[in-house]
């Protein structure tokens, strides 16, 4: 039997109207324009309106990757939704974002993989394609990763930004995603989590909304070590060398994390896709967000192979190897 691939046939992404920059952090907390580009390569980062949810966001960017492909909605048998701040407990925020496409019927869920989200849920989607399970599938990823941000704390707020970006993945016989590799160590959860929720009770610190806790130079030395043996593993899975990959398109957390990983790769930054200095590190809307400005800017070409990458709370932490 003839292989199936996924292919990507379009992108899409949506950014909130409103742009935060360091300067406007200045005067919240004490911090400086030059502390955080030096430190992360961040210059601003888009903030959601209020009463703006994950589901907007990733709603708008999913209509853009579906006209984009000129697929109808309801031709969709699948929708995989990376986030970690949905917009209601439940339904997932798929199907919320499914009955707003009009794609009522089909299989929709979220994947809870945090800044990995959307990369774990190109993965599900993939599975369920070369499976002939699917035909065509719309992979999302999308945060509101702001509305669980202190703005008293400077250590994390100035990293975070509002953003979502979204896939068209069809059953090709032509490639398509070569490879994805997908991990998880619960051992981490102490070094960025945020620990309010259903079961363990909604409440946090007194003085405290809901935030993130973070050890940032405790998950720096992770991010760079683990990330550097992923996209090792991914080269072997995909049977490649580094020469044959065009771009690389990695979670936009900070620019040192992203030079690290370009690094290993013998790539020069010109062959990388940076976004992280205008969305700052959006979660799981930060790898399909910089593939979306990656296709339109004209960067990524039919044809070209693009590694993406992430690595986010859990610790997880997830690849893709695809020809374009
Ligand atoms: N503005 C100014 N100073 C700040 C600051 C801010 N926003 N945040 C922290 N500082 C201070 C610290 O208090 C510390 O001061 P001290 O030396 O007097 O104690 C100093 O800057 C250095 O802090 P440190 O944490 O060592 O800086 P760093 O070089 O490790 O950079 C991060 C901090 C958070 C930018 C970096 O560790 C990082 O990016 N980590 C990964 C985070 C991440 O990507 N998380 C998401 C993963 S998906």
Known sequence: MAQIYSRIIATGSALPERVVTNADLEKIVDTSDEWIRTRTGIRQRHIAAEGETTGDLAFRAAQQALETAGVKASELDLIVLGTTTPDIIFPSTACLVQHRLGANGCAAFDVNAACSGFVYALGVADKFIKSGQSKKALVIGAETLTRMVDWNERETCV??????????????????????????????????????????GFKDEPGHGV?????????????VKTLDSLVGETLQAAGMDESQVDWLI???ANLRIIEATAKRLNMSMERVIVTVDKH?????????????????????????????????????????????
Request: net charge neutral; hydrophobic share 40%.
């Open 250 to 252: 990695p979670h936009q």
């Open 159 to 200: 990293l975070f930004g509002d953003g979502a970006g979204a896939v068209v993945l069809e059953a090709s016989s032509e490639p398509g995603i070569y490879a994805t590799c997908l991990h998880a160590d619960g051992g981490y959860k102490e070094l960025l989590y945020n620990p309010v929720g259903v079961s363990a």
């Open 211 to 223: 935030r993130i806790r973070m050890a940032g130079r405790e998950v720096f030395k992770v991010a």
């Open 280 to 324: 700052a590190n959006t979660s799981s809307g930060s790898v399909p967000l910089a593939l979306d400005y990656a296709v339109r800017s004209g960067k990524a070409q039919r044809g070209q192979n693009l590694l993406l990458e992430a690595f986010g709370g859990g610790f997880t932490w997830a690849s893709a190897l695809l020809r374009y």
